[in-house]
Structures are given as C-alpha cells and as structure tokens.
C-alpha cells in the first residue's frame, strides 16, 4: 500500500545511465536455456492472512504481494538495477511527451481458464485499477494513486493504448506497483463480490484450493508462458502470525520456507544450522517510522494545529531515543534511517536533516506548545495488534511521557488502522513502507502516498495518510515527475528529502531487513528476467517463486 516537459523520443528505463531512451521494450519473445524438469511441494509461511484477491481493490501487504507473485503477472517488474522492465507485456513504449503509453503484449499468453491474455483483457484491467466509467470492481485507493489516467484504448488485439491526463516519465512503474497491480482474467474481474476468492490469473501457479486462515495451494501452471518454469509442483501459502512460532515451525520441518521483517526472527534463522537466511540487501529496502497526522480532525489536532503544529512535530521527533529504541526493538541489529530513501534510490540522503534526540529541547517545544494549545500536549498511538508493533508503541509512549506529552496508545486490525488514519481519528501512525524502490526516479513510490493531488486530479489524496499539504514537498514531487535523466532526479528529490525533514512530517525510525528462511533442502533460485532484461529484485519482502524448488 505505490506512484512535465518531456524530450522527444525519451523512454523510461532501459539503458544505463538515462532515466529514459526509447521506451521499455522485450526481444520478440521470450529465450531460455534449457532447465531442469520441476518438482517438489513447498510449504511457505507467511506473517499474516490475506481475504481479499481482488487486486483492484484489494489492500495487500507483503503475505498477500508474496501470494500474487504465484498466481498472477504483473505487465512490469523491477530488474536488481531498479529499472522497471516488461515481463506479462512485450514492451511499453511512451509518446515523445510521456502522455501516451502503448503496452505491446505477447503473442499465445493465456489465463488459467484457457482465455487469451489479450489487448481486451489489459484494458478490462487497467480500466477497474484507475476507476474507469462502469468498470466492474473498482477499488477505492488505486484510482487514486492512477488518478493521471485518462482513458485506455484496445489498438489492436496484442495492443493497448494509455492516455494520460499529465506527462508522466515513470508510467512503467505503475505498471507494477510493488507487485498489486496483477492482471486477472475477465472472468474473475466480472465476477462481482466473488472475484475476492475466484483468482484467475496467467501466473506460473494456479489455485488449487484456499482454506482461510489455514492454507492456500497453488499447483503448477502447465501452460505457462515462460517455458521451463515454474520448478515446484506446488506451494502451501500458510498464515502463521507470530513471528516465533513461524521460525519454530520452519526449524522443525513443518514448514519449507518463510518470510520476516523481525530483528528477533531474522537473528534466530541465522542461527540455526538446518536453515538458509536470504537477507534482502541495501538499497532498495522499506523503512519504519511513525506519520504525524495533521488531520484537523475530531482527535487529532496537534499536529496539524496553525499555530503550534511544527512546534509539536519537532517536539515528538527530538523527544525519541531512536537510537535506543532500535536496540531494544531490532538487538541494533537494523540501520537507523534519517530519510525517506535506502541507498540506491534517487534522493537518498545519510542524514536529511531531522533533529536529534534532545531531551531538554523537546520539554521546551512541548511547553511552548502547551502555551498555545490550552494546556494540552495529547496525542494517540495508533498500532496495529502485532506483539513487536505493540512494544515499539509502549517504548514511544514512556519517551513522550518524560518529556510531557501525554500519549495514548490504541490498537487496531490493519484495514481499521488505515481507516482511523484517513479520517484522522489517531495523531500518530506506526507504519512501514517502500519509498524508494527505482533507480531512476523515486516517483512512483512518493508521489502517491504524499502528493495533496491538486496538479493531478483536483481531489483530496485519501492515501496522503499525514493529511499535509506541503509546498514546497509538492513543488518537488510535482518537478519530480519531469525529470528525464537519474542526476536530474537525484537533485529534485534531494531537495523533497530535505524538505520533508525540515517539516518534521515523519519519524523515521531503521530500514527494514526482509528475509527469507528456508530449508537446505529448498533451491532459491531467482531466474533472469525475460528477453535480457536482467535478474529480478528481491524487494519488499516478496519473492519470486518461479524458480523455487526442492532439491
């Protein structure tokens, strides 16, 4: 839960050192070398359940993202360059403006119900993902984050025309949208209410059965298009949310693999003899931190307060021992961020300038704000239920109090949490998110979780969960959009960092180590992409499954 003055004949994102050449575009099809015959059933532990798989209104976290790598593709994915590359589409070409995209599709792809992956399909899809006119299932946050979309077109049967309201370089990249944005078959998106559990998709997996909250297998697709693959005959998709237990579960064999973003866990796996640890590596990684809400809402108030709103953010940001906080949370086993970014991303910064931890200054901004807020300094912590989201809360919680705030902590299901945020009804939001994960531009993944929208669409930004509306992040994310070349879009959003902590809107807290563990007896194998198109990038804690087998 993402993401303009153009030059003629410049594409996005192959090529070296360019932001854009010519488009993206794939040899006529695909080429592998000869592979070994698949096998093996794999059972993978996931943190969490996932109900709903209708992709275009669906909220997917990692556990879910992980499930639709097995069962749909995606038109783009990112290669380990963070270049946003085809793979279900043959190539995706922009006009010399970057307001029309033509997506180029591959000939003989079909769905899991035998119906072809065809210019009709694409458009059915991209139509329900930005909220066309009398599209079925249309979600209520990805029209948003697609709120440049002006219409889609069937050019010819393996073409598709998209036309956008405003020139947008990046356009590839939300072609994938950290790995939401599967295409499903006509069938499951004009199935109504029922499309949440019907997945049909053209990925190397199709659904077998799906139990809630016990198991979700997948058997091999024996038509996939990329031929060869996938290697496994089956994966078990299981929900085991506490973190230990998924890590005993790996370790006494009930389990082949699994996911975590846990310190703790991740410690453990590399401890154990029997287990491999896939560890995702810098550059392209999620950060935690807290959202200061500045909702002029029922309950949330300070933060967004005219008067003593910045006071009251800075006063929270150099309130906190993060420092302190990350070595009880993460063993100070997890980097401290102080920026939006991980390495790699345009736009990363060592240190974009939030205030240290100043435990005497925060008492005097708190004082200040107390003076002009009618004696008050009372915020909420919204969290989820998760036992370590629950510490990390309770840790905050006694720092703000040392210092005189006075916090509150409430704790909600995920949907709920994203919901109370919305509508301002919590001050502060525990939260985890991607905001850097392309080379050449860190747009898609900015734009649209900070963006206020005005440029783009006229319309409130509902997934703009801080409710700010910053000028001069605006300006930046607003010029982001124009840049044709990576030096172009480092120096922006250099500037967007610097700006976004000088607000003191977030709290950055560490960058979040995704990892894999797995049986010795499990190949994790990550195959190149199609057509030259490099290795794919193992980011935001998903992985992809072709390749996996069993030994």
Known sequence: MSRVNRIAAIAVVVGAMTLATTGISSASAPSRAPQQAKGGEITFGLEAESTNYCLTGAQLAASGIQVVKAVYDTLTVPNSKGEAVPYLAKSVKPNADFTVWTIGLREGVTFHDGTPVDAAAIKANLDS????????????????????????????????????????????????LTGRMGIMAPAQLNSGDACKTNLIGSGPFKVSSIRQNEATVVTANPNYWQKGYPKAAQITFIPVTEGAARTNQLQGG??????????????ALKNIGNINALTQKPGYREINYSVLVQSKGATAKVFGNETVGADARKAYNTALDRKKINQIQNRG?????????????????????????????AKALVAKVKAGNDGAFDIVLGTTTDAENSKLAQQV??????VGITATIAQFDQATLINKAISGDIDVLFWRNLHGGYSFSSDPDNYPWWSNYN?????????????????????ALDKGRTETTPAQAKATYTAYNKAFAKGNFITPMWYVNWTIGSQKSVKVALPALPDGAGKPLFVYGVLPVIGLSKK
Do not use: C, R
């Open 397 to 402: 919680q006694e720092q703000l109090d040392k």
């Open 333 to 361: 086993t997890f980097t401290l961020a102080n920026g939006l970014m991980d390495t790699k991303a345009p736009g990363y910064l060592k240190n974009a300038g939030y205030p240290k931890y100043n435990p005497k200054k």
């Open 129 to 176: 993902y930005y909220g066309a006119p009398d599209a079925p299932n249309v979600g209520s946050l990805i029209p948003i984050v697609l709120g440049f979309v002006q219409s889609v077109a069937v050019t010819d049967p393996l073409t598709v025309t998209v036309t956008l309201k405003t020139p947008v370089s990046t356009f590839p990249a939300y072609l994938y």
């Open 254 to 267: 009930q389990l082949d693999m699994m996911h975590t973003s846990s310190a703790t866990q991740i410690a």
């Open 455 to 475: 440029t783009a669409s006229g319309g409130k930004n509902a997934i703009n969960f801080a409710h700010f509306n910053d000028p001069d992040t605006q300006a």
